[in-house]
């Protein structure tokens, strides 16, 4: 089982940059693809980002153009890299592994789930 350690979330200003981190360990992430998800006070967890074992990404349109997905084999980690950001992207970030089946857009195929790391965006 691999655990997952984010880090990098914090307070900031609308219009503001934060660069989120995921540690991965007890697993190598080379070949799983990653997520990045998030859940806002009195909504659902959803979609933001994920990265493929090969690379290619894929965004949510609400972060499209603004947010940067990337991973780091050589240190298992990956990275989010948030710009212009919002006061609707205030929520709990959390990153997660890939089973290997299924959408890389549904929760319910990913295994392993950081404890999430709080960004707020004040207006």
């Known amino acids: 089982q691999v655990q997952l350690v984010e880090s990098g979330g914090g307070l900031v200003q609308a219009g503001g940059s934060l660069k989120l981190s995921c540690a991965a360990s007890g697993r190598t992430l080379s070949r799983f693809a990653m997520g990045w998800f998030r859940q806002a006070p009195g909504k659902e967890r959803e979609f933001v980002a994920a990265i493929t074992w090969g690379g290619g990404r894929i965004y949510s349109d609400s972060v499209k153009g603004r947010f940067t997905v990337s991973r780091d084999n050589a240190k298992n980690m990956g990275n989010l890299q948030m710009s212009d950001l919002k006061p609707e992207d205030t929520a709990v970030y959390y990153c997660?592994?890939?089973?290997?089946?299924?959408?890389?857009?549904?929760?319910?195929?990913?295994?392993?789930w950081g404890q999430g790391t709080q960004v707020t965006v004040s207006s």
């Open positions: 997660a592994v890939h089973r290997g089946l299924g959408s890389l857009l549904e929760e319910a195929n990913f295994d392993s």
